[in-house]
């Protein structure tokens, strides 16, 4: 990518970071002990693998890439290398940037990091810019108006416009922050051609999207999952002129 550099590290280490933020890149930055009392767990109950932190030059997230569901059992957090632009870290990193480029709405990357590890396995991790007072929609569900449904509609189109397949498009990845749609976790996204309507991997990520609101609690919602996602159709239907 033009807008980014990289850096190697010891033992084959290799980190890819913005021009933004590589005057004053350190590789520490991906040691959450590192920051002392500046990082924090971003979920003290989750897989530990998010830290909110505070760097010299604003607000960030520290993610590492872990597994879930049964190959957890196996390691938590080694994928087998298949070369290090596509591992997943560098891939998400490079996603990113090119959403930012064309005014998407989504966190800038910070920097990525590829740890080679014993035999064909690598570990990961990524850092980007905090969103702040972001909110993820499950927290705002009792405050979203048919117009604010309307908006997360429109925004998974602009997505789909530009070709952008969202691996993970869930509740919890769509977040409201002072009063705009931002999409976050790009892990295993995909480019693919845009200007495509109706395609099937545009209706999977809806589905995956409504089948995520099925599992929330709609007591204070002023409008029930039905309307609101009568709502969210409407919006995506009618295209990424009004984002």
């Known amino acids: 990518m033009s807008h980014s550099s990289d850096f190697f590290g010891d033992d084959g280490a290799r980190f890819r970071v913005s021009a933004v933020w590589s005057p004053s ?3 520490d930055w991906f040691r959450p002990n590192a920051w002392g009392s500046a990082a924090r767990p971003v979920d003290a109950g989750g897989r530990g693998g998010a830290w909110f932190v ?6 960030l997230v520290l993610r590492f890439y872990q597994r879930g569901g ?16 596509q591992s997943r870290a560098f891939a998400e990193f490079d996603l990113l940037q090119r959403m930012v480029e064309r005014g998407l709405p ?12 014993a035999g064909v396995f690598y570990r990961a991790a ?9 909110q993820p929609l499950p927290s705002v569900l009792g405050t979203l108006a ?6 997360v509609g429109r925004t998974v189109r602009r997505f789909h416009d530009e070709g952008i397949d969202h691996a993970d498009l869930n509740a919890f990845n769509i977040l409201w922050v002072n009063g ?6 790009f892990d295993k996204g995909r480019q693919r051609a845009r200007g495509i309507t109706g395609a099937r991997w545009q209706r999977g990520n809806l589905h995956r999207f409504h089948r995520s609101l099925l599992k929330l609690d709609w007591t204070d919602s002023p409008l029930g999952l039905d309307t609101a996602w009568e709502h969210v159709l409407a919006g995506y239907s009618e295209g990424a002129g009004h984002p």
């Open 25 to 27: 890149f350190n590789t």
């Open 54 to 59: 505070t760097a010299p030059g604003g607000e």
């Open 70 to 85: 049964l190959m957890a059992h196996l390691s938590r957090d080694a994928y087998v290398r298949t070369g290090v632009v």
């Open 106 to 117: 989504v966190p800038a990357p910070v920097a990525a990091a590829f740890w080679p590890r």
């Open 126 to 134: 990524i850092l980007v810019e905090r969103l702040e007072s972001a």
């Open 146 to 151: 048919a117009e604010h449904w309307e908006a």
């Open 180 to 185: 705009s749609v931002y999409v976050i976790d």
